[in-house]
């Protein structure tokens, strides 16, 4: 009898330590995240970390109090540093990571180790007590282990099965009728780190994100008909516009198709709205075209005096204060691609290299190809963490220049864009219609550590921000290296007669990573609100030329909306119906939509994670209204995984220039 009630008091101390340990350090992480407590969705959690806890104790009640407490050691201490590590990327990304996110290269994890060291939190450390609990506070355990007997195994293993489906039932109760994805959804495919950790805590995710990684499970992609009174329409939906498609070759292609997966594709997109032409259609129609991907853009980078440049521009431009550039698994790849395919990224993957080798026929390259442009793109970096010497040309870039094609002078740390504009010019400048890519990244982080470009003008900015932080001072000394190299661009294309007949479009990958938030409320340029979670996504928006008038554009726009505005603007052969994202000229609603299912439109923000619309004004939206734009946004990231999918673009050459019919 003795020796039985020193087993269970064993047991009972191990899943005291257990649960307690567990509790703390959930708890803490979800205090550091700015997350939610004392809610009924971290009840939720606590039911998850009281299941963990009951399976270890349970186990360990089985081995000799000696190894269980080095096997307790070893676990709280991966915990630890996994948790740790998730705060820490959280300061770097934005997000959570996802095991996912190792398929994106060691290599490329190692260039910033670091760094990513460095700025470790030492009040995250707080997350080690537990360890150090058990380290220290039971040297004394003397305990005898749990005889293996059927009985115990047996009442265990009902009691973990019990509590076990009482944490999935709680998935199914109190969630909020217009929330975008459902606890349970989240639960099994944990594709929005950010919205997961949220809903089933840091440990259970950690358990859900290793499943998912090593036994992945086909996915079925569902894409939701939002007319419910209606059977889903087959025919194209005709409108009184001005932009007719003739859809003859398609519906003979759907007529004949007999895969699934890309008849939902046919379906869902030959059934879009295809916007009217507009006042705008056609303004640039002829003009060659830079689009320019500014690495870490940011309202800080403009100052009249330090970036006249870039101010200049501002003043002169088609300005749009409300653009953001929401991050997703990999911020630059994602943007980058988004920007030139109008296909909503993976939250959970970094697309621009899982699907590389696809197919983009629709890519704004090939519907400048279609007129007879040269297209080109250049960047200053090697392919080290993006697989752009690829996916360039599958998505029709006559030719992708790089670190490694053109001839730089190198620096320590990013190299220069300055430089940049001086070896790409000569590549395109003497073209007689050209659209050139241009991918800098002089302003990349880390702004706390010296660097020749964060350094090269700290004299003059010394002189007139004396009092800015050192590491606004070194991100304003790279942006003066971009500075620079856009006068270059500018001054290069006035001296060769072509200013006039060529578009400058600048637009930003993310914000300045690893930048403390109170900088960009602090320093930023114009009076946008950047405290707000989807203000820290804001970046300038540029469409520049010396022939027109300067104006400033309200609505919100984001990166998938770039393709179809710039087609529009150009009046290129295209079908507005291929692209997620919408003509920012056109009448469609502007809705700008986040990795972790948050979105945003003129009236207001949903907060994806609070399941709450917080409006802008007084205007009040309803629970159907809610659950439509839920919705359709959901159909946008299927549609859009379901493209990569099948690399649909592949297959559907014939329908992607379409044969415009006039009235």
Not at 173 to 178: A, F, H, T, Y
Not at 288 to 315: C, G, H, R, S, W
Not at 512 to 540: A, E, H
Not at 565 to 576: E, K, Q, R, V
Request: aromatic share 16%; with cysteine.
């Amino acid at each position: 009898m003795k020796k039985e009630t020193s087993a269970n008091k064993y047991f009972f101390t191990l899943f005291i330590i257990t649960f307690g340990s567990l509790f703390f350090m959930e708890t803490v992480f979800r205090l550091f995240s700015s997350d939610t407590i004392f809610t009924f969705i971290y009840l939720r959690v606590i039911v998850f970390d009281f299941l963990t806890s009951l399976i270890i104790s349970f186990v360990l009640s089985f081995i000799d109090y000696k190894l269980s407490k080095k096997i307790l050691l070893v676990i709280f201490f991966v915990l630890a540093i996994y948790s740790i590590f998730q705060l820490t990327y959280l300061n770097y990304m934005h997000r959570f990571f996802t095991m996912q996110d190792s398929t994106y290269g060691v290599d490329k994890v190692i260039a910033f180790g670091i760094d990513f060291i460095l700025s470790i939190n030492i009040f995250h450390l707080m997350i080690f007590i537990p360890w150090l609990i058990i380290l220290f506070k039971t040297k004394h355990w003397n305990f005898n282990k749990s005889p293996l007997k059927i009985k115990r195994v047996i009442i265990g293993s009902i009691c973990i099965i019990i509590i076990h489906t009482l944490s999935i039932c709680l998935l199914f109760i109190g969630n909020d009728p217009e929330q975008l994805n459902t606890p349970y959804e989240i639960y099994t495919k944990v594709d929005h780190s950010s919205e997961a950790v949220h809903q089933i805590g840091i440990f259970r995710f950690l358990d859900r994100d290793l499943i998912n990684f090593f036994n992945p499970t086909e996915e079925e992609i569902v894409i939701v008909n939002i007319d419910t009174d209606n059977d889903p329409i087959e025919e194209p939906i005709v409108t009184d516009n001005s932009r007719n498609i003739d859809d003859t070759t398609w519906n003979t292609i759907i007529a004949q198709e007999t895969n699934e997966d890309m008849l939902t594709i046919d379906q869902y997109l030959i059934n879009q709205e295809i916007p009217d032409t507009n006042d705008m259609t056609g303004v640039f129609a002829g003009k060659n075209l830079i689009l320019i991907m500014v690495e870490a853009f940011d309202y800080m980078a403009i100052d009249e005096e330090l970036t006249p440049t870039l101010y200049k521009l501002v003043q002169e431009s088609w300005f749009f204060d409300n653009f953001y550039s929401p991050q997703y698994s990999c911020a630059t790849g994602q943007s980058e691609f988004a920007g030139l395919t109008s296909l909503a990224p993976e939250p959970s993957n970094c697309t621009i290299n899982s699907y590389a080798s696809n197919d983009y026929y629709e890519s704004i390259f090939n519907l400048f190809n279609a007129k007879d442009y040269y297209s080109s793109s250049y960047h200053n970096w090697t392919d080290q963490y993006y697989n752009r010497v690829e996916a360039h040309k599958s998505m029709y870039s006559d030719h992708f220049y790089n670190y490694d094609e053109l001839p730089f002078d190198t620096i320590q740390g990013w190299q220069s864009d300055h430089e940049l504009f001086e070896l790409a010019l000569p590549y395109f400048l003497d073209e007689d219609q050209f659209f050139s890519f241009i991918i800098t990244s002089s302003t990349h982080f880390p702004y706390d550590v010296d660097s020749t470009l964060g350094n090269r003008y700290m004299d003059v900015i010394n002189e007139i921000r004396p009092d800015y932080p050192i590491e606004v001072k070194r991100y304003i000394s790279k942006a003066m290296e971009l500075d620079k190299g856009i006068a270059y661009l500018i001054e290069t294309l006035s001296e060769a007669g072509k200013l006039d007949d060529t578009v400058i479009i600048l637009y930003g990958d993310h914000h300045p990573l690893r930048m403390d938030v109170t900088n960009f409320v602090k320093y930023s340029y114009g009076d946008n609100d950047r405290s707000t979670i989807f203000g820290q996504s804001l970046t300038p928006f540029i469409i520049y030329n010396s022939t027109i008038t300067a104006n400033t554009f309200k609505k919100p726009m984001s990166t998938v909306d770039i393709t179809p505005t710039i087609a529009n603007l150009f009046d290129l052969n295209y079908d507005p119906r291929l692209y997620i994202g919408n003509d920012y000229f056109s009448d469609n609603e502007k809705t700008v939509y986040f990795a972790n299912g948050s979105w945003l439109d003129s009236d207001g923000y949903y907060n994806a994670n609070k399941s709450q619309f917080e409006p802008f004004t007084d205007a009040e939206i309803d629970i159907d209204a809610l659950n439509t734009i839920n919705t359709t946004i959901k159909n946008r990231f299927n549609i859009s995984k379901l493209i990569y999918k099948t690399d649909y673009f592949h297959y559907r050459h014939e329908i992607v220039f379409p044969t415009i019919l006039t009235q």
